[in-house]
């Protein structure tokens, strides 16, 4: 059954420090997506990134950079100089095969940026 | 352009009672998504609607849940005589066609059963 684990279940760091989310997943299926949410305290989600399993290339979006390693199920995702406005839980999901319907959340992970 | 517009975004109920959640979809998209955060706990999938018809409940409890997605107006979350375990936060998301699709998520509902 496919599975996604947020290890850290809170990260507090001061404002310009990089900090790295971890995601593990687990899965049976050959092709899949993963995502990342941001929740900020408004409490929508905020769609951050979509990942084919077949696109192991690095993403970098601004402040925000992606690692993809299918070697070790892994889709660790790193902010770089941190800001206060990154405070949010940020939750990482995985798809059955291509299927979006049902997205398999981690538990998510809190991230207080302190100034 | 609005987002997926859920309300109300705080319901109280007390045990027994009914709670009614809304989800109205963004502009143009026909597939709605239901999911529910309990404390803690990632979402996890309720239900899955086209306009009119239920593609997929498979996270739905067979009891006291049930969903629609009518021709004219919101999706409709619905649960029947209320207990303690239902509060939880309930996710709506849209998409624009379905399978392959990033869903938009709406604010959530938060459902508080006394």
């Known amino acids: 059954a496919q599975k996604v684990t947020q290890a850290q279940t809170e990260i507090s760091v001061v404002e310009k420090e990089d900090v790295t989310l971890d995601c593990v997943y687990e899965?049976?299926?050959?092709?899949?997506?993963l995502f990342w949410y941001k929740q900020p305290p408004s409490g929508e989600l905020v769609f951050l990134i979509r990942r084919n399993s077949f696109d192991e290339q690095n993403e970098i979006s601004g402040r925000y950079s992606w690692n993809f390693q299918k070697s070790t199920s892994s889709f660790n995702f790193t902010i770089t100089a941190s800001q206060v406005v990154d405070s949010a839980v940020y939750f990482c999901?995985?798809?059955?095969?291509?299927?979006?319907?049902?997205?398999?959340f981690g538990t998510g992970t809190r991230l207080q940026v302190f100034p | 352009n609005a987002g997926v517009m859920q309300n109300p975004r705080h319901l109280v109920r007390r045990r027994g009672q009914e709670a009614r959640l809304r989800c109205s979809p963004m502009k143009g998209h026909s597939h709605v998504y239901w999911y529910r955060q309990l404390p803690e706990e990632g979402l996890k999938f309720m239900v899955y609607l086209q306009k009119e018809n239920i593609i997929d409940e498979s996270g739905m409890p067979k009891e006291r849940f049930s969903a629609e997605f009518p021709k004219e107006g919101p999706s409709i979350l619905r649960i029947q005589q209320v207990v303690r375990g239902d509060s939880a936060a309930y996710f709506c998301?849209?998409?624009?066609?379905?399978?392959?699709?990033?869903?938009?998520f709406g604010s959530g509902t938060q459902l508080s059963v006394l």
């Open positions: 899965t049976r299926d050959t092709t899949y997506y």
């Open positions: 999901a995985l798809s059955e095969g291509y299927n979006t319907d049902k997205l398999i």
């Open positions: 998301a849209s998409s624009p066609m379905g399978v392959g699709e990033k869903l938009f």
